[in-house]
C-alpha cells in the first residue's frame, strides 16, 4: 500500500482513483462494509482503491484535549487499511489553510486536480469544507461538472444500530470487550514497541514491559487481563494498566504489560497487546505498598481469568493454542466469580 503524505506529493502517476473519505477510526465494521464498496468500484474501473484520512484529525483540530479518545494510532489505522485491501492511503495536514478552503475549492483542487477521482464513495450526510458548507448534494452537483461519480454508502447495523467509532469507545468504556470485538470484527489490541521505562515495576517485583502510546489519550482506562503476541510469535498471557499511573505522578499515557511467569528481553521489540476483560479502573493509592498488593491481587485475578478461558495453562507458560481466539468478557471480571465469557 503507498502511503502520500500532503497534496504536494501527488505526482501525475496519482491521477484517477476510486476514493472514500474520513477518519476510519478503528477501521470497524461499518468501516469495512465502505472500504468493500471502494474496492468493488475500484476493480471495476481498472483503477487504485484509495483512501483520504487527516492528521490530526479534524475533532482533533478543533477540540484539543476535549476530543474523543483514538481508537488506533496512525500506524495501527494504516496496518487495517492495508489489511483490508486499499492500493494508497492520501493523508492531508489538516491545519488553518485547509480548515479556511471552501468546500468547491476542496473539490476542484484535491479531489480534482490532485486526484483525479474517477468515483467517490461517501455517506450520504457527509459534510466537508470551510464551516462544513459542503454536503452530498454539492458533491454530486461537482461531481457532474468535473466527470466524476457520487455514491453513498450504506449504514451498517448491529442489533439495529448503527456500527460507529463512538458506539465501540463506548463499549469499550463499559468493560465489554467481546462486544467492541463485535463492532470492530476482532478483538481490541494495540501494538506498540517496548522501550526502558522506570523499572518502577522491577523494583515491586513485577517486571513490565513499558509500550508508549504518544500523546493523545487511549480508548482504554484501567486494568485488563490481556493477551500479547511476543515478536517470536508466541501468545504469552498478562496484566495491563493503561493511563497516566496517578500513583508515581505519570504524565504522558502508557501501556505497561506484565506477562505472567515470562523471563526474557524485550527491549525494543514489538508487541500486540488483545484485551480480554477489564479487571478494575485505573486508581491513586497511598504509597507504593499499597499499589503493590493491589498489583499482586490483579495477578491473582488475571490468572483465574486465563485458566477459567484455558484450563490447561499455567503461570510461565505461552498459551497453549495460538489457533485458539482467546474468549472475551462482556463485562468487567473480579475475583472468585464466574466471568462473563463469550467466544
Not at 228 to 252: C, F, S
Amino acid at each position: 500500500m503507498e502511503l502520500i503524505r500532503g497534496i504536494h506529493n501527488l505526482r501525475p502517476q496519482h491521477q484517477g482513483c476510486v476514493a472514500t473519505i474520513g477518519n476510519f477510526d478503528g477501521v470497524h465494521l461499518g468501516h469495512q462494509a465502505i472500504l468493500q464498496q471502494v474496492r468493488e468500484q475500484a476493480k471495476c474501473l481498472h483503477l487504485p482503491a484509495t483512501v483520504m484520512v487527516f492528521e490530526p484529525q479534524p475533532r482533533e483540530f478543533f477540540g484539543g484535549d476535549q476530543a474523543p479518545a483514538r481508537l488506533h494510532r496512525f500506524r495501527e489505522k494504516l496496518e487495517a487499511l492495508a489489511a483490508s485491501g486499499i492500493e494508497r492511503v492520501v493523508c492531508l495536514q489538516f491545519n488553518k489553510s485547509l480548515r479556511q478552503l471552501t468546500a468547491q475549492a476542496f473539490v476542484e483542487q484535491v479531489l480534482h486536480h490532485g486526484l483525479g477521482v474517477r468515483h467517490l464513495v461517501v455517506g450520504d450526510d457527509f459534510r466537508f469544507g470551510c464551516d462544513r458548507a459542503g454536503d452530498f448534494h454539492l458533491l454530486q452537483q461537482l461531481g457532474e461538472q468535473l466527470g466524476f461519480a457520487v455514491e453513498h454508502t450504506h449504514t451498517f447495523l448491529m442489533d439495529d444500530e448503527r456500527v460507529s467509532s463512538t458506539r465501540i469507545r463506548t463499549t469499550l468504556t463499559s468493560g465489554n470487550l467481546a462486544g467492541a470485538a463485535r463492532l470492530l470484527g476482532r478483538p481490541y489490541r494495540i501494538t506498540s514497541r517496548v522501550v526502558h521505562g522506570r523499572k518502577l515495576g522491577r523494583t515491586l517485583g513485577v517486571p513490565t514491559a513499558n509500550l508508549l502510546l504518544g500523546t493523545r489519550k487511549p480508548a482504554l482506562n484501567g486494568v485488563f487481563t490481556v493477551l500479547t503476541r511476543l515478536a517470536d510469535g508466541r501468545l504469552w498471557p498478562g496484566v495491563a494498566n493503561i493511563g497516566l499511573r496517578p500513583t508515581v505522578d505519570g504524565i504522558l499515557p502508557a501501556l505497561e504489560v506484565h506477562l505472567h511467569g515470562f523471563d526474557g528481553d524485550l527491549y525494543s521489540q514489538p508487541l500486540e497487546v488483545t484485551f480480554l476483560a477489564k479487571l478494575r479502573n485505573e486508581m491513586k493509592f497511598n504509597g507504593l505498598d499499597e499499589l503493590k498488593q493491589q498489583i499482586e491481587q490483579d495477578i491473582r485475578t488475571s490468572i483465574q481469568f486465563h485458566q477459567q478461558s484455558q484450563p490447561a495453562w499455567s503461570a510461565g507458560l505461552a498459551w497453549p493454542d495460538a489457533q485458539q481466539p482467546p474468549l472475551l468478557a462482556t463485562a468487567p471480571f473480579t475475583f472468585g466469580h464466574a466471568s462473563p465469557l463469550t467466544d
